[in-house]
């Protein structure tokens, strides 16, 4: 993307990354002998004054069709010695362009200095000379960290990085082909790694600096192939966030708020995030319990039948696409028990979000074995979602009673932190044994501010101390046996909106709620990969009891890692069989009980 979204959509780079680009616009003047005698060295570019003609000398290092533009560079024999100026610029043509344009040609021309978006740039040029063929300036070598004043100095230039950087973010990798890329390693929210406090501060900046966006050349929406460079992808082959590129080549540049790199060639790393192919994880049979947050799955309005919802799909064609991405995924998984977050709060009717998509469910399942927990009120609070739980009639039983818990009006911090009820529900396996409790909840998220008093500081985000006082009142809440049955073995999951080291997390795990799978060191747990970088938000914990006799737990990457333009509101990749990737934003997080 250069200049993105204002002047139409750069041309696929072909040959080397580039598209050559032949436009006519009338003859050229050659003059071979002085051709470019009296130009101004580009590196002098920072000293001309706006809106004055200038006559520059260069060597075409890549064209932008779609951008009506090039890029020269001088060659490397006019360098200067700072290494505070640029040697290169990029050069807008209007609606014309000096005809057969191609990198490796050297061209003097006059264009108008200005600046678009902060940025220098020629434009409009005229009096064309064609100046014969020239190798291309040598790629400077770059390296992360790098500060943006020293990628100052480097805009329009070609570059090499020849260090591994991993794909850090997706977001408008479909729609704009941009990708974030990270050196060393993986970007992880840093309370995923350290409590809130100094050192928040210090692995944000140092992050920052470890970033650096790819871009496809083409800033078109929605442009009909992915490619970065040499490299193309699409929704059997995608790029995933925790992929590597061992390389990359391209130009600097610049734009909005992006310190970037137009790509002409990348090279792929040998340790790929390929997709997980089975649910199972290598786990072992038994009673599986799965906590998954569906990413606002609506069926209407709370108005009436109609697209768009307040959230979720927009269309009656994405909602379809969603929910069959959904079913793939939990007929994958086979829980006995899901406890899903984000269904549409619109009652326990045939037309509401949750039997809607329990039936496409059992649709799909021979025997039609779920059937979701239901309440006594119509609604679950007043939210537009509510969680939910769903359970397996071939493997467990519901027993006792069915328990909600409702904020308390009086207590601003809890309220402010349990916007949404905690859902509980016992059961027993079918093949007897001891039952167990269940309970799933969805707290506050970190993205609505509680005030100065409840909200997080040094990295907690909104909400931090609120979604931790609120944890305290769901454990007192779960001591008293809501369901009416009196076991040790508990189960609390759902979408808690912490990330490991924060505050809420800490307070389960102190009062001896077991987490799985537990926390390791080594390789930092996600569930979701957001602005703050790849973190956990989503949890199973086993009371002690439960959790001595666990048989395996495992996160299952289908969501996270992928483009959100590969999901239910992107292209259209649910022709034919849908598959589970990206049917949410959310990855599900899978355990398996202990034997009866």
Sequence with gaps: MVNPRVRGAIGH???????????????????????????????????????????????????????????????????????????????????????????????????????????????????????????????????????????????????????????????????????????????????????????????????ARREIWLDDGNSA???????????????????????????????????????????????????????????????????????????????????????????????????????????????????????????????????????????????????????FIRTRTRRLGTDLIAPALVYDTRRVTPVGRVAVLVPPSDDRAVRAGLTRPALAASFRARKGGEAFTVVVVHLRSKRSSCGASLDGRSGGGDCARARALAIPYLEHWIGKRPTGIVSAAVVLMGDFNAYPREAAIRELSQAGWQMEPPLDTRDPQYTENGSWGSGRLDYVFLTPHLAKGARGAAIWHIDADEARGFGYAGRPVCRGRAAPYRASDHDPVIVVLPRS
């Excluded at 925790?242 to 340790?271: C, K, N, P």
């Excluded at 039948?305 to 939990?330: H, I, M, N, Y």
């Excluded at 039936?359 to 799909?364: D, M, T």
């Design 221 to 371: 929406a929605d442009p009909q192939q992915l490619r970065l460079g040499n490299a193309s992808f699409d929704a059997l082959h995608p790029l995933r966030i925790g992929d590597v590129f061992e390389s990359v080549a391209g130009i600097a540049y610049h734009a909005y708020g992006r310190d970037l790199v137009e790509a002409t060639q990348v090279g792929r790393g040998h340790t790929v995030n390929a997709r997980p192919a089975r649910a199972t994880q290598g786990l072992p049979p038994g009673l599986r319990v799965v906590t998954f947050n569906v990413e606002n799955y609506f069926n209407r309005a709370v108005s009436g039948p109609v697209f768009p919802t307040e959230r979720g799909a927009r269309t009656r064609a994405q909602w379809r696409c969603q929910t069959d991405k959904l079913v793939a995924s939990l007929q994958a998984m086979q829980p006995a028990v899901a406890g899903l977050e984000e269904i549409e709060n619109n009652g326990h009717g045939p037309n509401g979000a949750l039997a809607t998509l329990v039936g496409a469910l059992n649709h799909s399942v021979a025997g039609a074995p779920y059937r």
């Design 13 to 207: 780079l072909a040959a080397a990354g580039i598209v050559i680009l032949s436009v006519a616009m009338g003859p050229a003047r050659f003059a071979w002998a002085d051709c470019g005698a009296h130009a101004m060295p580009l590196h002098a570019l920072a000293t001309a004054r706006r809106g004055h003609s200038i006559k520059v000398s260069g060597v075409v290092t890549g064209v932008f069709p779609r951008m009506r533009g090039f890029f020269i560079e001088a060659p490397r024999a006019q360098w200067d010695d700072s290494a505070d100026t640029s040697e290169a610029v990029f050069v807008y043509g209007g609606r014309t362009l000096p005809g057969s344009v191609a990198p490796g040609q050297r061209l003097a021309f006059t264009a108008r200095y200005q600046s678009y978006h902060g940025l220098p740039e020629l434009a409009y040029p005229r009096g064309v000379e064609r100046c014969g063929r020239h190798a291309l300036p040598p790629a400077i070598t770059v390296s992360l960290p790098q500060d943006t004043q020293q990628w100052q100095a480097l805009l329009g230039m070609r570059i090499r990085i020849g260090q591994a950087l991993t794909v850090d973010d997706l977001d408008d990798f479909v729609r704009y082909g941009e990708v974030r890329l990270h050196a060393g390693g993986r970007h992880y929210a840093p309370t995923a790694l350290t409590a809130p406090g100094p050192a928040v501060r210090e692995l944000h900046q140092a992050s």
